[in-house]
Nanobody, 122 residues
Framework: QLQLVESGGGLVQPGGSLRLSCAASGSPLYYYVIGWFRQAPGKEREGVACISSSDANTYYTDSVKGRFTISVDNAKNTVYLQMDSLKPEDTAVYYC???????????????WGQGTQVTVSS
């Protein structure tokens, strides 16, 4: 069964950068779409970015365009989220998830990781 493990979260100052990783096991990612989501306290889970492993097509939510970059390394079975120019409003638990459709609708995703905390604060 496909399992996902996120890492790379932490505390960073506004304007700083972090790179999140989502390592998969149990199945190659090549046939899947991988999405990054986030959930802040008291808010609904929000889709951030997604990528198709087979052709590297990507999709971003408007609030992170130009600041976040999603990428995939099929040899390592890992997806990354490079986050630059971070803002306090980016603070949330970040999750990766897998499905077969390039979408940011969380309900379409079948497998989820446990999440990693990102805190942007001075």
């Amino acid at each position: 069964q496909l399992q996902l493990v996120e890492s790379g979260g932490g505390l960073v100052q506004p304007g700083g950068s972090l790179r999140l990783s989502c390592a998969a096991s149990g199945s190659p990612l090549y046939y899947y779409v991988i999405g990054w989501f986030r959930q802040a306290p008291g808010k609904e889970r929000e889709g951030v970015a997604c990528i198709s492993s087979s052709d590297a097509n990507t999709y971003y939510t408007d609030s992170v365009k130009g600041r976040f970059t999603i990428s995939v390394d099929n040899a390592k079975n890992t997806v990354y989220l490079q986050m630059d120019s971070l803002k306090p409003e980016d603070t949330a638990v970040y999750y990766c998830a897998v499905n077969e459709v390039l979408t940011l609708w969380a309900s379409e995703y079948d497998y989820w990781g446990q999440g990693t905390q990102v805190t942007v604060s001075s």
